[in-house]
Nanobody
Framework: QVQLVESGGGVVQPGGSLRLSCVASGNILNIFTADWYRQAPGKQRELVASITHGDMANYADSVKGRFTISKDNAENTVYLQMNSLKPEDTAVYYC??????????????????????WGQGTQVTVSS
């Protein structure tokens, strides 16, 4: 079963940095897009950054110039480098991916499934 596991959250002072990681595990054939979302208390979940299989990245205006999304295809891992953190960046950060899972049927046959997967989230708190 494919799953996403985030790590790297924590408490940091304003102006500090954190690096979030999201590892995809299971029978993964291809990851089309991977995203980081965040949800602050009392607010809707919002898209922070996304990256395509071809490494095209997009960012929310609120994080442009401060956050960088990247990935390691060989390790099925997506990163979010967060610099110059502000108190308003405090939120639970979720990893999301659109990917293809495969099932090995033997004799060089496989069955594929398109999946839309979420991680469990990691808390980021920016506070002095």
């Amino acid at each position: 079963q494919v799953q996403l596991v985030e790590s790297g959250g924590g408490v940091v002072q304003p102006g500090g940095s954190l690096r979030l990681s999201c590892v995809a595990s299971g029978n993964i054939l291809n990851i089309f897009t991977a995203d980081w979302y965040r949800q602050a208390p009392g607010k809707q979940r919002e898209l922070v950054a996304s990256i395509t299989h071809g490494d095209m990245a997009n960012y929310a205006d609120s994080v442009k110039g401060r956050f960088t999304i990247s990935k390691d295809n060989a390790e099925n891992t997506v990163y979010l480098q967060m610099n110059s953190l502000k108190p308003e960046d405090t939120a639970v950060y979720y990893c999301h991916a659109d990917l293809t899972e495969y099932e090995d049927l033997g004799e060089d046959r496989m069955k594929t499934y398109d999946r839309n997967i979420w991680g469990q989230g990691t808390q980021v708190t920016v506070s002095s």
